[in-house]
């Protein structure tokens, strides 16, 4: 039988997974039991709106038996069971629609990074394994199908008899070598630990064959060992458990057994709450960003039980979206166990419970960003972006919720600040709080427009997410305090005496500016003498509530929008070029020459394009002969 091939990137995972120097290689048996166990849980689901399937607990179990003689490790469980296809698809390929893809080759060699961000589940069986055999009855077939593999090579798949639903895993445990030892996976000690470890709280029982001595019966103070099936975990769900039993490993663990993520969550919230509503939660705050979370594909929710059963894997409702990065299990006992997916919207209860966990997590990250600032620093590099959505999105109407969450680089040793550090130390006469956008920092810092802001000892707050000037707009204010942008019109920080001798300079050179503006009609709304420049001479400014950032951001979306900033060419008049200007008196070409060129280097700061590059660089040619 002609082998199948995985499919190539699953095949290239899979050659990293087998060679990388994992370290705690016995967890590959915590993700087989949790595949086992969702595969019961798929069962007890269905038979919750099934009425032809009745679910009796007792038929449902996950049992682990070891071998020595023929070195095998079989786990077998009674849930939903697969179909060929599902053998095919399920087990023929890895990272699921090119996740690989996002990882860089760098990345990629490092099977770690590979294994923390997707979590190669099954194929964990590889690490102690040299053949894995997968034979599997789905519910509602009566035919089986046997999966088997010796790793990247590729697998076949064959028909097989198996008497009921469900599935059988049998590792051939890899012989010791002299570096690793193996044969631990075959003893009943050791898997018994690893099983209390990573898998007590499943709440279906792990059944195990296990040695036990017991009285004989026909002589006294003598016993006997005898083989007796025992379950081997406790079932008591975590969440049921007092916080002050567990550890934070223990949280870990959970996180990982239920493949909330793969890396270390930063926080743990662990509710018990018996108040207008009564449900329990454990809920983390990750530490890495999903690969696709920023994508559509991204599916918020929390896994949501009626007193101890499932009955959904990912209820979105349960959070809102700018806390979407929310990982975790809501159970209740108020929630009825047949309810569907519709009737859970409206359900008041689960309303006042997502009202609740909103009010937890936002509690949890205050503390956090008060307490324990780097990791709240990490947490906001992952899922920052998704709270300045938040702030943005719905007209505002979580901004109040959202703001104090808020970091942005600052100009002052281009740290994080959040808004409330940044107003608590600023100068009695900074007027407001100063923003400038950017592609990055240090872009941004080149911008003639920072210079005087900068000049006055104020700090500005660096913007170069997208998002960072839309979600400001929205706020408007922080504690009474507006937001302003370098670049726009009236910085507020010219005394009475600067106004006027600025006033008095517009009017000085009216005519310049004017016939300045006049040839650049449609590009700029007006010439100014600048108040904010010191070392460079032009700049370009705006007025209204379109800056030059927010333009690039609209025109550069999908359906582009042609919205432009009114933009103002601002002339610094302590500057030598200003001197030339003047000296040009009435020379026409010359002024329209160098207009051009003042007002292309203006939008080449800001980033823009120019629209005529040939006739730029013949300019400066022009003025090089
Ligand atoms: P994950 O569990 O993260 O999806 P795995 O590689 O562990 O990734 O498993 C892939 C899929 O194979 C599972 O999502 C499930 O559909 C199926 N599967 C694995 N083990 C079992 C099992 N014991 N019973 C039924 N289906 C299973």
Redesign the pocket.
């Known amino acids: 039988m002609a082998k199948k091939q995985f499919k190539a990137e699953s095949k290239r995972l899979l050659e990293m997974m087998i060679n990388s120097i994992y370290t705690q290689r016995e967890i590959f048996l915590r993700?087989l039991i949790s595949?086992?166990s969702d595969?019961i849980d798929k069962i007890y689901y269905k038979a919750l709106t099934d009425d032809n399937l009745t679910f009796n607990k007792e038929d449902y179990y996950v049992k682990i038996t070891a071998d020595k003689a023929s070195r095998t490790l079989t786990i077998t469980?009674t849930?939903?069971?697969?179909t060929k296809e599902d053998l095919e698809n399920?087990?023929g390929v890895i990272a699921k629609s090119g996740s690989l893809a996002f990882k860089s080759e760098n990345e990629a060699k490092d099977g770690h990074n590979i294994i923390g961000q997707f979590?190669?589940?099954?194929?964990s069986a590889f690490m102690v394994a040299d053949v894995v055999t997968v034979t599997s009855r789905a519910l509602g077939s009566d035919e089986a199908f046997k999966w088997e593999s010796e790793g990247a090579e590729g697998y076949t798949l064959t028909p097989a008899e198996k008497e009921s639903i469900g599935?059988e895993i049998v590792l051939k445990i890899k012989e010791n070598t002299e570096d690793d030892q193996y044969d631990e996976y075959l003893e009943e000690y050791r898997l018994r630990a690893i099983v209390k470890k990573y898998s007590d709280f499943i709440r279906y029982p792990i059944k195990m064959d296990v040695k036990t001595q017991r009285p004989k019966e026909d002589a006294e103070n003598e016993f006997e060992e005898v083989q007796e099936e025992q379950t081997i975990n406790s079932m008591v769900p975590i969440w049921r458990k007092n916080k002050g039993e567990l550890t934070d490993a223990d949280y870990e663990n959970f996180y990982n057994e239920k493949?909330y993520g793969f890396d270390k969550p930063l926080k743990h919230i662990h509710v018990k709450a018996d108040g207008a509503v009564v449900y329990n939660a454990i809920l983390f705050i990750p530490e890495n960003t999903p690969f696709d979370y920023y994508t559509k594909e991204y599916e918020k929710g929390l896994e949501l039980y009626s007193n101890g059963v499932l009955i959904m894997d990912k209820c979105g409702d349960l959070l809102p979206d700018y806390f979407s990065f929310v990982k975790g299990m809501v159970d209740s006992e108020d929630l009825s166990l047949n309810i569907s997916r519709e009737m859970l919207q409206h359900d008041r209860q689960l309303t006042l419970i997502a009202k609740n966990i909103k009010n937890k997590v936002k509690g949890a990250l205050q503390s956090m960003l008060k307490d324990e600032r780097e990791n709240y620093e990490k947490f906001f590099e992952s899922f920052g972006r998704g709270l300045k959505f938040g702030v943005y999105n719905d007209y505002g109407m979580n901004k109040e919720d959202l703001q104090d969450l808020l970091l942005f680089t600052s100009s002052q040793e281009k740290k994080l600040v959040s808004l409330d550090e940044y107003v608590s130390r600023m100068p009695e006469d900074q007027k407001y709080i100063y923003y400038a956008s950017g592609d990055s920092i240090d872009r941004i810092e080149k911008l003639p427009q920072t210079e005087m802001v900068l000049d006055k000892g104020y700090e500005i707050l660096y913007f170069t997410d997208d998002v960072d000037e839309f979600a400001i707009k929205m706020l408007m204010k922080y504690k009474e305090k507006e937001f302003k942008s370098v670049s726009s019109g009236d910085l507020g920080i010219d005394s009475e005496a600067d106004k006027q001798e600025n006033e008095a300079e517009e009017s000085d050179n009216k005519e310049l500016f004017e016939a300045m503006g006049g040839l650049l009609a449609g590009k700029v709304k007006s010439v100014k003498a600048s108040k904010r420049l010191k070392s460079h001479p032009v700049c370009l400014s705006t007025e209204g509530d379109v800056s030059i950032e927010m333009e690039k951001i609209l025109k550069a979306m999908p359906n582009g929008q042609d919205i432009q900033a009114d933009k103002v060419l601002e002339i610094n008049t302590n500057h030598e070029v200003f001197t030339s200007l003047k000296a040009l008196q009435g020379d026409q070409d010359k002024l329209k020459l160098y207009t051009n060129l003042l007002y292309n280097q203006a939008l080449l700061i800001e980033g823009l394009p120019i629209a005529d590059p040939v006739e730029f660089t013949n300019d400066i040619c022009k003025i090089m002969v």
């Open positions: 993700e595949n086992a595969a469980d849930g939903i069971g697969m399920n087990l979590g190669v589940g099954f194929y599935t493949r």
